[in-house]
């Protein structure tokens, strides 16, 4: 199995970026579906996107589209997060997903193994 471990996360300004990463401890993401979500007090758990490290397969939710971008490593042991242009309502815990299933998910129960969550916080 695969532990996802989050970091990176921090406060940042209106308008800022933030980079953050998402590590496999105890093995590699090769094969499995990896995703990021995200969690802001009172509301449900949201997909932000993912990447199918089988096909390649890079998606996003349409609130983050043109302002997020996923990346992984050549070792297969790391994807990125790279967020410009943040708003104040990208305020959230952010969380790093993984599931051996491989295939395209956006929907949080479709994943099995969670990341602790990191916080982001954008300032007006």
């Known amino acids: 199995q695969v532990q996802p471990v989050e970091s990176g996360g921090g406060l940042v300004q209106a308008g800022g970026s933030l980079r953050l990463s998402c590590a496999a401890s105890?093995?590699?993401?090769?094969?499995?579906?990896t995703g990021w979500f995200r969690q802001a007090p009172g509301k449900e758990r949201e997909f932000v996107g993912g990447?199918?490290?089988?096909?390649?397969?890079?998606y996003y939710a349409d609130s983050v589209k043109g302002r997020f971008t996923i990346s992984r490593d050549n070792a297969e042991k790391t994807i990125y997060l790279q967020m410009n242009s943040l708003k104040p309502e990208d305020t959230a815990v952010y969380y790093c997903?993984?599931?051996?299933?491989?295939?395209?998910?956006?929907?949080?129960?479709?994943?099995?193994?969670w990341g602790q969550g990191t916080q982001v916080t954008v300032s007006s």
């Open positions: 105890g093995s590699s993401f090769s094969g499995y579906t």
């Open positions: 990447i199918t490290w089988t096909g390649g397969s890079i």
């Open positions: 997903a993984a599931d051996p299933y491989g295939g395209r998910r956006s929907a949080a129960r479709e994943y099995g193994y």
